[in-house]
């Protein structure tokens, strides 16, 4: 499998294996003219098996999403074919619209324009709570 270096852009690196996909699909990458590839079950000396995404587009990613759902990957940001930055995003104590609150009751489901918010409450569990009703994230 041949997949080109990049030139612009990110590599998002040991991603636990399986976490890839939704990963991808947070971060928008499966829409609209981002060059992107993803790759499943990569060999891994530090996890066994890991996911890979390469993005070569100059675009915003947004760290809370990945520190969401894996704050063990890393970062590497790319510049003109270099390595410029190596970053290894936290799980954030807030994520804002990333993920919708499923419990009918919510408020935002009545409210349209309210901001899904959720909490994290226990970091060791990765447990995220709607700010609105307490309803724990899947």
Not at 48 to 57: L, P, V, W
Not at 78 to 83: Q, R, S
Not at 84 to 99: A, F, S
Not at 109 to 135: A, S
């Amino acid at each position: 499998m041949n997949i080109d270096a990049i030139k612009d852009g990110y590599v998002i690196d040991h991603i636990k294996a399986g976490d890839g996909l939704k990963l991808f699909y947070l971060l928008g990458l499966d829409s609209g003219d981002t060059c992107a590839a993803l790759i499943k079950n990569a060999a891994s000396k530090k996890l066994g098996r890991k996911d890979i995404i390469k993005i070569d587009s100059d675009i915003d990613v947004n760290l809370d999403v990945i520190g969401y759902v894996d704050p063990t990957a890393t970062v590497n940001i790319i510049k003109d074919g270099n390595l410029i930055k190596k970053l290894h995003p936290p799980m954030p104590e807030l994520l804002k619209n990333v993920i919708k609150c499923k419990n009918p009751r919510c408020i935002t489901m009545t409210e349209q324009e309210l901001d899904h918010i959720f909490r994290l409450t226990d970091k060791d569990k990765k447990i995220y709570r709607c700010i609105y009703c307490e309803t724990k994230a899947n």
